[in-house]
Structures are given as structure tokens and as C-alpha cells.
Nanobody, 124 residues
Framework: QVQLVESGGGLVQAGGSLRLSCAAS????????MGWFRQAPGKEREFVAS????????YYADSVKGRFTISRDNAKNTVYLQMNSLKSEDTAVYYC?????????????????WGQGTQVTVSS
């Protein structure tokens, strides 16, 4: 069992930056693939980024590639999402998720545990 708590969301102007954090409690955080997803009003939840258990591989949605960076600190049981050059279309609730296993996935239903989400609003 893993509990996930996101933080770091807020209101930012277009072109600005935010760093989201996701703190995990429970055992064996370092064995989970971690992902970030987002959901805007009226839209489906979409994949943003994922990182393998020891951080050796990272994957990004095309829409955020080059602007967002996912990282993790297994000693702190925390995964991060650094978001730069934010655009109004990045406005959404951002969710952290944990997936058992060693392979990444961009499918939300492949993740076993979810946080409650944090709101990111980018004003133009």
C-alpha cells in the first residue's frame, strides 16, 4: 500500500515555472514506477510523464517534452515534476500515481495508487 500526497500547485503566469512534489508513504517506494497525469475540466485524464523505479528512464508526453522534467529521490520517497515555460493549456489538476512493476506506462488504468491531485492554473 502506498499513500501519495501532491503539493506545489498554484497560479502562475504563462512562461513561468512551478515544481510539483509528490510525497509517498508506505513501503518499497523505490520499487514503483511513478507517473504524473493531469486532467483539465471536461477532458479525460492524460499522461504527462513517468519515471522508472531507480530513475534510469524517463518518458514524456509530446505536449510537455522539453518543458517538463520528472525526477525522484528515493531516499526521500518523493517524486517531482519541474514545469517550465508554462502555457495556458497546461492548466489542469495534476495527479501523482504509482505503478507496481518495472515498466513504464502512459495508461492511467495501469497505475495502482493515486494522490488527491493539485491544481495548476496558468494565466495568459
Amino acid at each position: 500500500q502506498v499513500q501519495l500526497v501532491e503539493s506545489g500547485g498554484g497560479l502562475v503566469q504563462a512562461g513561468g515555472s512551478l515544481r510539483l512534489s509528490c510525497a509517498a508513504s508506505g513501503r518499497l517506494f523505490s520499487s514503483y514506477v511513478m507517473g504524473w497525469f493531469r486532467q483539465a475540466p471536461g477532458k479525460e485524464r492524460e499522461f504527462v510523464a513517468s519515471i522508472t523505479s531507480i530513475g534510469s528512464s524517463k518518458y514524456y508526453a509530446d505536449s510537455v517534452k522539453g518543458r517538463f522534467t520528472i525526477s525522484r529521490d528515493n531516499a526521500k520517497n518523493t517524486v517531482y515534476l519541474q514545469m517550465n515555460s508554462l502555457k495556458s493549456e497546461d492548466t489542469a489538476v495534476y495527479y501523482c500515481a504509482a505503478r507496481q512493476g518495472s515498466t513504464y506506462s502512459s495508461l492511467w488504468n495501469q497505475y495502482n495508487y493515486w494522490g488527491q491531485g493539485t491544481q495548476v492554473t496558468v494565466s495568459s
